[in-house]
């Protein structure tokens, strides 16, 4: 069974971040956006854990939200990793 979770995000591209936990087999139940560079308010986290699920958000909004976070086990955050491979000297 996929686990129900609350997507929490303040990212340039909300709906992507959706669309990843998704993929990665999450279920969300909600979703709260909020514009890029967001900053958090006690409210906000309020907000968020309303209702009792896990909360899961991305590193860049996990750094402003540590320091609402009193129960640690509740927030979870999502590494989004990259590379770039070196696909050799293109022939001229």
């Not at 939200?65 to 999502?78: A, G, K, N, T, Y």
Request: hydrophobic share 35%; with cysteine; net charge negative.
């Amino acid at each position: 069974e996929k686990r129900k979770v609350r997507a929490l995000s303040g990212i340039a591209r909300n709906c992507s971040f959706k669309t990843t936990l998704r993929e990665i087999g999450a279920q969300v139940q909600d979703h709260l956006e909020y514009p890029d560079h967001w900053s958090y308010t006690e409210s906000d986290w309020q907000k968020a854990l309303a209702g009792g699920i896990d909360i899961i958000t991305t590193a860049k909004d996990a750094v402003k939200l540590i320091e609402f976070e009193s129960r640690p086990q509740r927030l979870m955050v999502l590494e989004l990793g990259g590379s770039i491979e070196d696909g050799g000297k293109i022939p001229i």
